[in-house]
């Protein structure tokens, strides 16, 4: 993870002067990204609006990004979060409604793609499940399996320590599996 | 299937209409920039390469 995690911040800096380097980063990390904020909120409209100025600001931002401070996945998450924070800010969001509409065969939405890939079961119940997590639960197992960050770089984006990671992670991964029903 | 594996196959991405437009805008704008800066960088070096100029000489 240590290796994969320099070898990404490397990339980084090269990826301004060179169009292989940025490619293969934004490849890398849009998926990753686009995972957390989707899986907030459950609205592909909201989420290309966010993940475009989260990759936007990385962007604008990238000429003074400096490894030595965090991991280029510490960074780029931390824009992600600070777009979300701002989107939820700028409107009074409810992902409630929303959220139940792709649900309902009768509502427009279902009908879309994305909707239907809600609709999958599997994907379907396991966005519903961490709806029961708590904030802090849900976006350390969003970091770490939607996203793939390590838990040193969760730790960091978060503001907590990687023990603490360790402990919430353990506890919402048993919470989890009780609600889908593993043993 | 373990939920941890569930987790981790899962990819809402492919849903993202502006993928690949997004990675467009920011490659031409990463373009445009480093162009400016070569732009930039050619009139320093032109201008540190100018010889001063003489004054005319005063009859």
């Known amino acids: 993870m240590e290796v994969a995690a320099n070898y990404y911040n490397e990339l980084a800096q090269k990826a301004l002067y060179d169009e292989d380097a940025f490619n293969e980063l934004y ?6 990204v686009y995972n957390f904020i ?23 931002s990238l000429s003074r990004y400096n490894p030595e401070r965090a991991a280029f996945s510490t960074w780029l998450f ?13 409107k009074e969001y409810s992902n409630e409604t929303e959220w139940e509409d792709f649900f309902d065969p009768a509502a427009p939405e279902y009908h879309e793609p994305e909707a239907k890939a809600l609709a999958d079961e599997d994907n379907a119940e396991l966005l519903k499940a961490l ?53 | ?18 993928k690949e437009s997004l990675r467009l805008k920011l490659n031409l704008r990463r373009r445009a920039d480093l162009e400016s800066i070569s732009l ?11 010889p001063a100029l003489k004054k005319p000489e005063e009859k």
């Open chain 1, 27 to 32: 490849e890398y990390f849009f998926p990753r």
């Open chain 2, 40 to 50: 930039d960088e050619l009139d320093y070096v032109a201008a540190a390469g100018t």
């Open chain 1, 78 to 90: 931390r824009i992600a979060l600070n777009c979300m924070a701002d989107f939820f800010r700028r």
């Open chain 1, 38 to 60: 989707f899986a907030r909120l459950k609205n592909p409209d909201a989420a290309d609006d966010i993940v475009s100025t989260t990759f936007m600001k990385m962007y604008e």
């Open chain 1, 131 to 183: 709806d029961k997590l708590t904030d802090k639960e849900r976006r350390i197992v969003e970091l770490k399996y939607l996203s793939g960050v390590g838990n040193k770089e969760i730790a960091e984006i978060l503001g907590i320590t990687a023990n603490n990671v360790g402990v919430v992670l353990h506890g919402a991964l048993k919470k989890l599996k009780k609600i889908l029903g593993e043993n």
């Open chain 2, 1 to 18: 299937m373990l939920v941890e594996e569930k987790l981790e196959r899962v990819d809402f991405s492919q849903f993202s209409k502006v």
